[in-house]
């Protein structure tokens, strides 16, 4: 059973910093690119980030410069570090592995800047 669980979410005003972290479980994910998804109020899920299992990685517009994806392939993790944050980037976080013929997503972490 395939299960993707985000944590690291909060309240956070205006320019601070969080560290979401997904952790990842009953696949070899170490062999699937891994990607950072919102959705925020009255929104559609956009993607934010992404890492390919060779480490290549790429970022919406909207937050180059300010957020980082990594992956820890011994743990099992995807993270995103995000700094600078803007009241936009306020949504419910999730990560998400695309497999043949399937795709997974986790829960979903809530995120909220203040301005």
């Known amino acids: 059973q395939v299960q993707l669980v985000e944590s690291g979410g909060g309240l956070v005003q205006a320019g601070g910093s969080l560290r979401l972290s997904c952790a990842a479980s009953g696949s070899k994910f170490s062999i699937n690119a891994m990607g950072w998804y919102r959705q925020g109020p009255g929104n559609e899920r956009e993607w934010v980030a992404g890492i390919s299992s060779g480490g290549s990685i790429e970022y919406a517009d909207s937050v180059k410069g300010r957020f980082t994806i990594s992956r820890d392939n011994a743990r099992n993790m995807v993270y995103l570090q995000m700094n600078s944050l803007k009241p936009e980037d306020t949504a419910v976080y999730y990560c998400?592995?695309?497999?043949?013929?399937?795709?997974?997503w986790g829960q979903g972490t809530q995120v909220t800047v203040s301005s």
């Open positions: 998400r592995v695309p497999l043949p013929g399937a795709d997974y």
